[in-house]
């Protein structure tokens, strides 16, 4: 079994979405935040990057989209073991799951 700290430091802290960028024909999301992005892979860390290959990309950008129109906080949980790999997002930090508050 794991303990719930072992996944702790994949968390952003709170903050609020800045940027939006979708459209993309690959499906994927990208957006920025107004505090410094949550990095641990070390990822290319301009835009943090939904790929519908590690989430659910219709999901998030709903909450993304209600998240920046209300100035909710959010934070961002990341994945700490690879970057995306998906064309337009490769590089950049990969996005799995999103808490809003």
């Given at each position: 079994m794991l303990s719930a700290n072992v996944f702790a430091d994949d968390w952003s802290?709170?903050?609020?979405i800045k940027e939006i960028v979708a459209g993309y024909k690959e499906r994927i999301v990208l957006f920025?935040?107004?505090?410094?992005?949550h990095n641990p892979k070390g990822c290319e860390s301009s835009y943090y990057a939904i790929t519908e290959d590690d989430a659910d990309l219709n999901l998030m950008l709903s909450m993304l989209l209600a998240a920046q129109r209300s100035g909710a906080e959010i934070q961002i949980g990341v994945d700490s073991s690879k970057c995306a790999s998906i064309s337009h997002a490769a590089g950049r930090i990969n996005v799995t799951r999103i808490k809003s508050y």
């Open positions: 802290e709170k903050t609020t920025t935040t107004t505090k410094p992005h």
